[in-house]
């Protein structure tokens, strides 16, 4: 709890970065029934907000809790979320660590909204490290490599792109400098896309 508190006054004292300890406009703007927002069904609050610009584009920090209903209370998790920024729109697609999605009752809960546009989840693509979910299983198949699978396996990440949004996840209340790591991890990503993804009819 320390190191985290130290890690917030870093990055609040740092120019370059603007700090919200509070941020409900900022959570209205995504769609709640996608991970990890469908990992809240009791409630979602967002904690510790930081906004600036990595390698050019525009990312956001934060801790998210999510409550779901326990046998006796309802319970807060915690995660830890990167949101970059995309130069365009792509097909709603999640990907998950496995190591992650066997956490929590993280598998339980969609991992797309499947109310506002089709999304199903693709066993057969990819290899044992990640489950996909995809609105559009050719785009989801484009993306697949096994690079990007060991990357997210050895991380234990989450990551799924919201319109021109890709919001990347973890369990757990990290530091905002593993955030930031994890921030390196989408880029990296998503520099990892083939040419043809950013000729994809939108």
Known sequence: MFEIRKSIKRFRD???WTYRKHARDYLATFDRGGY???????????RNLLQGNFHGREL???HLLAWQRG???NVAWTYSVAVLRLPRTFP???VTSRR???SHRVEKRPALNRLTGPARPLPDLGTHLVHYCAADPDFAAL??????ERRMHDARLGWRIEKD?????THGRETYEDLLSLAEDLAAIVDGFPDQVWHWPE
């Not at 990890?36 to 967002?46: H, M, R, T, V, Y």
């Not at 993306?143 to 990007?148: Q, R």
């Not at 949004?165 to 996840?169: A, H, S, T």
Request: no cysteine; glycine share 8%; proline share 8%.
């Open 143 to 148: 993306i697949s490599t096994y690079a990007m």
């Open 165 to 169: 949004r890709m919001i990347g996840w």
């Open 60 to 62: 956001s920090l934060f």
């Open 100 to 102: 992650l999605a066997a």
């Open 14 to 16: 740092d120019p370059d």
């Open 92 to 94: 709603a697609t999640a």
């Open 36 to 46: 990890p927002f469908s990992l809240g069904p009791d409630g979602l609050a967002i």
């Open 71 to 73: 046998a006796k209370a």
